[in-house]
């Protein structure tokens, strides 16, 4: 069974950047198509991004053109790079792997986006 562990969370300002990282355990990370997910309070958990084991990207319509997923094989991390970013993106981030079905959570990290 896989681990993931998130990190890079943190308070930023508006139009700030942060870049979020999740290490994976195991030596088969690369057969694993990762996302990260965000839930904010009081609100339900939403997809934010994913990527497949090929590479191949989709993004939320809400940060398409801020938000870059990417990923490192040879690190077993997949990073979310965040940028220009809202109020609204304040959440609780966590990444997920998904791997012959079963899917596979991180605790995740928090990200504050305040003045």
């Known amino acids: 069974q896989v681990q993931l562990v998130e990190s890079g969370g943190g308070l930023v300002q508006p139009g700030g950047s942060l870049r979020l990282s999740c290490v994976a355990s195991?030596?088969?990370?690369?057969?694993?198509?990762m996302s990260w997910y965000r839930q904010a309070p009081g609100n339900q958990r939403e997809w934010v991004a994913g990527?497949?084991?090929?590479?191949?990207?989709n993004y939320a319509d809400s940060v398409k053109g801020r938000f870059t997923i990417s990923r490192d094989n040879a690190k077993n991390t997949v990073y979310l790079q965040m940028n220009n970013l809202r109020p609204e993106d304040t959440a609780v981030y966590s990444c997920?792997?998904?791997?012959?079905?079963?899917?596979?959570w991180g605790k995740g990290t928090l990200v504050t986006v305040s003045s």
């Open positions: 990527i497949s084991t090929g590479g191949s990207t």
């Open positions: 997920k792997g998904r791997y012959y079905g079963m899917d596979y």
């Open positions: 195991g030596n088969i990370f690369s057969l694993y198509a």
